[in-house]
């Protein structure tokens, strides 16, 4: 009940802030955009490109929305470190809220705000043609929710951990574009040769790449759904135990 | 009354680029309740790593803190329900207003919106606040700023509030303005605990004052107490360019029963120190005229608490003073 409480709080907290500084909001939003307006047509004339059947729209966007879920969480330690530095954590620890909710209450709302993004990118989508399944859709928004839940909590804690811009840019960033390519968001995978295949499946984003083209065509069998979230689930809960625990140990 | 806060034996090192940094060695202390208790001393002297102990933001290593009842070590949540703290950086969020910092703050020690509605209120009159509540917090100067932290530190009214460094790039009006509000706080039985490198902080707002250097403590007791015990009234003289009439006097005077010490200070200036200085006036020129120096001038000087830390150090706190941090 604290918990909720305390996440609620500190959620809407972080809302305030976005509403009243919203330029970073369409920064955010015009990456996957681009991709979108800039890469889906040169698909469009790869129609003998294996793995690329029917719609080309149907196959890009879910890769999208797991882009978008992955930058968004990649991205939320920035925020950490900015009020890392503005003695903002170091406040907050002091008071007797939950450590979960120190954590949580900015991620809550870093996530719902991918969602209204994935809204937008859905309704852009259907107006070049996206053909909509929301069962199917319904099914991926948990799996976005829990990829960017453990990336955000990681992201989060290495901003602790490392404290300044110059460590933490390095590490996301470092890990940004291997994982990136090697989960087939812009290209199947199934294109370049076996080792890759075989190196993608040591990547959480891949799983969630395969499991958004099923999903997005309503395709419940064939166990990429069921092999996300196996995945996905432990994965989400491991981060945000060490990120729990990096902010109650944290010397700030 | 109780004391509010108790220290033994308290130690912390650091690992830095594989060496052992013993940051605070061994410091004890009790702070009774309804006093400004101030730890002076300078940077890097382990102040801020003793208060982040006392206020569970730091594990302790060894030794025990008792704070407002209750052990650290054993239950830092319920610690955190019964102090304030301001930490140097303040911390509070730019682009809410101060009423909306205010609020959250009350609101996460788990009181109602009400109830948190009315203490805020309250803090706004009572912290000069209310006319630019409403403002976000980065329109603030840095005075209204400080104000704020503050507020933000006793919105919950705890037993014990915590400041580390609270006047720190503060002009002086601002500096005076807030150790004023600090002291209504005292009025109204909250207890202070601070971190300052100002000796003049120290002295003009802290009713006990514990000297930190190097980890340990070197002195402890009211500010006119250390004066007077550690340091005495402080004679200053001035002779002229005469070669070696310095050490002259010093000699003269080092020999005297009445007389503590002596140290020689910067372009000519002799400091003597002793236990009643308007007494020891006559005695002192009539030595030094039947010893036949020239003397320029001479005066009698308050103590400040930079004599203490000198007599105890070998240093002066002013020169070790400067820059942030630690």
Avoid at chain 2, 7 to 12: F, I
Avoid at chain 2, 25 to 30: E, I, K, Q, Y
Avoid at chain 2, 82 to 89: A, P
Avoid at chain 2, 283 to 312: C, G, N
Wanted: proline fraction near 4%.
């Amino acid at each position: 009940m604290k918990l909720v409480r305390d996440t609620g709080l500190l959620a809407w907290r972080r809302a305030q802030q976005l509403l009243r500084n919203p330029v970073w909001l369409f920064v955010s939003l015009t990456v996957p955009l681009l991709y979108l307006a800039l890469f889906t047509p040169l698909l469009k004339d790869l129609p003998a490109a294996p793995g690329l059947g029917g719609n080309v729209l149907d196959e890009f966007l879910p890769g999208i929305l797991a882009l978008l879920a992955f930058t968004s969480g990649a991205n939320a330690g920035f925020g950490t470190l900015f009020e890392l530095q503005a003695g903002v954590i170091e406040r907050l620890r002091v008071t007797p809220a939950s450590r979960l909710a120190l954590l949580l209450g900015p991620l809550v709302t870093g996530m719902v705000s991918m969602f209204i993004f994935d809204l937008i990118l859905l309704i852009v989508g259907i107006a070049f043609g996206f053909h909509v399944h929301v069962a199917g859709l319904l099914v991926l928004a948990v799996l976005l929710a829990l990829f960017y839940l453990a990336m955000a909590a990681f992201s989060t804690a290495v901003a602790l951990l490392t404290k300044e811009i110059t460590g933490f840019a390095a590490i996301v960033n470092g890990i940004n574009l291997p994982l990136m390519l090697l989960a087939g968001v812009l290209l199947p995978i199934s294109l370049g040769p076996a080792w890759m295949g075989v190196l993608a499946h040591f990547n959480p984003l891949y799983y969630l790449v395969q499991a958004s083209r099923a999903l997005a065509l309503n395709t419940f069998s064939g166990g990429a759904m069921w092999e996300a979230f196996a995945v996905l689930a432990p994965l989400c809960a491991i981060s945000l135990a060490w990120a729990t625990r990096v902010y109650r140990r944290a010397v700030a | 009354m109780s004391d509010v806060i108790e220290a033994r034996e308290l130690r912390k090192r650091f690992k830095s680029r594989g060496r052992v940094v013993e940051a605070v060695r061994g410091v004890s202390f009790n702070v009774p309740q309804g006093e400004i208790f101030g730890f002076l001393g300078p940077n890097g002297a382990g102040k801020t790593t003793t208060l982040r102990m006392l206020t569970t933001l730091l594990t302790i290593d060894e030794g025990e803190a008792n704070v407002a009842g209750l052990d650290v070590g054993s239950a830092p949540a319920k610690v955190r329900e019964r102090i304030g703290y301001v930490s140097q950086l303040g911390g509070a969020d730019n682009l809410a207003t101060g009423r909306e910092n205010l609020m959250l703050q009350g609101r996460l020690y788990g009181r109602d919106r009400a109830h948190v509605a009315a203490r805020v209120e309250e803090l706004l009159g009572l912290l000069d606040l209310a006319s630019f509540a409403e403002r976000q917090v980065k329109t603030y100067s840095g005075g209204q700023k400080r104000r704020l932290d503050v507020a933000l530190g006793i919105v919950h009214e705890p037993e014990v509030l915590f400041l580390d460094e609270p006047t720190t790039g503060l002009d002086p009006q601002n500096r005076a303005n807030l150790w004023q509000h600090v002291s209504t706080l005292r009025e109204r039985g909250v207890t202070v605990f601070l971190t300052t490198h100002y000796l003049e902080e120290a002295d003009a707002l802290c009713d006990r004052v514990m000297i930190i250097d190097d980890g340990a403590i070197v002195a402890e007791g009211s500010p006119r107490e250390l004066k007077r015990d550690i340091v005495g009234d402080a004679v200053v003289l001035r002779v002229g360019e005469e070669d070696g009439a310095l050490a002259r006097i010093n000699a003269v005077l080092a020999a005297a029963p009445f007389v503590r010490s002596t140290t020689q200070g910067e372009d000519g200036e002799l400091h003597c120190y002793v236990d009643d200085g308007p007494a020891a006036l006559p005695e002192i020129l009539r030595r030094i005229d039947s010893a036949k120096i020239p003397l320029r001038a001479i005066s009698l000087s308050e103590p400040t608490l930079d004599d203490v830390f000198l007599a105890k150090t070998g240093r002066s706190l002013r020169d070790s003073g400067a820059g942030s941090g630690a």
